[in-house]
């Protein structure tokens, strides 16, 4: 039987070409991208770190041409979009280019992970959750280390860097929120914007307040939809989905329903004082798997404090509890 090894890479544009990839969640697909150079390819994103998913890739730069892999740009360091950096970069193979605020989140959380461990239980029981499903919550971590296998970053981004991607040139977009050194690539020339996980076409990202988040992440998120809109790109090309083309829409659908969000856990809040497990099972109910428990507490939080930073809700903190009051006449 012939193996069919070009079905999930698409070119789209002149020297670019989509490489789907298998993930076991979302919607069961990261998008990475190719970017050709004479007998060189720069990959933005690389999947996880399993056989099927680098054999994919191989294939994929054999049935190019047998090119050689040069750089490997990551847009964030979640397993899907950094997991086979081990494999494909580092000393005598390709060069990884990282923003610098992810660089620091790698070893506590892939390699060194006793103390993140023990930092998110902390920040689970503070927060309310119950001493159990805590214990049970923070560990969660561990089976993620797994499908990841780290390496070092060659050059540390800040955010606006010109790039060469294959023969296109980008510029580097921090765009923090979903992870604290997420970054966008953006091709003024075909107006074509590498978004990541930053902007999704039906799904909002997961934008939370943990030990390693950015302190306010939800408007920093909202301010980096803002500037990606303003470039008002051609196409935009997801981590997950498929590409679309009216980013100005999608970054006032998700700008809604995050505004949606706030306002409703100022409502909840009117109930009295809470701490962020109470107002994340008043807003999702009990939800049934650890992970997305975990996330739900990360996104309440996240929303609160950017309620707290507008000044429409109080934080109260002592070493034991972190508590969120809705301030009866908010601030204008
Ligand atoms: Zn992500
Ligand atoms: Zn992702």
Redesign the pocket.
Known sequence: MVKETTTALTEIAQGIFELRLP?PF?DGL?NVFLFVDGDDVDLLDCGMNSEESLDLIRSSLASLGHKRLRKLVVTHI?P??YGAAGVLAGPGRADLYLHRLEVPLVNPRYVELEQLVAEVLNYLLVNGVPAEEAEILSNSQRALSQVVAPAEAAVQLDGAETLAMGATHVRVEWTPGHSPGHICLYAAESGLLFA??HMLPELS?NIGLHPQSTPDPVHEYLDGLERMAAYEPRLVLP??GRPFADAKGRAAAMKAHHHRRMDRITAILAAGEMNAWQVALELWGPREQLYEKRLALQEGLAHLQALAVEGRVEKLVTPETVRWRRLSSPKA
Request: aromatic share 0%; glycine share 10%; charged share 25%.
């Open positions: 993930i979302e990261v979640h899907d979009h990541g996980d990202p981590a997950h």
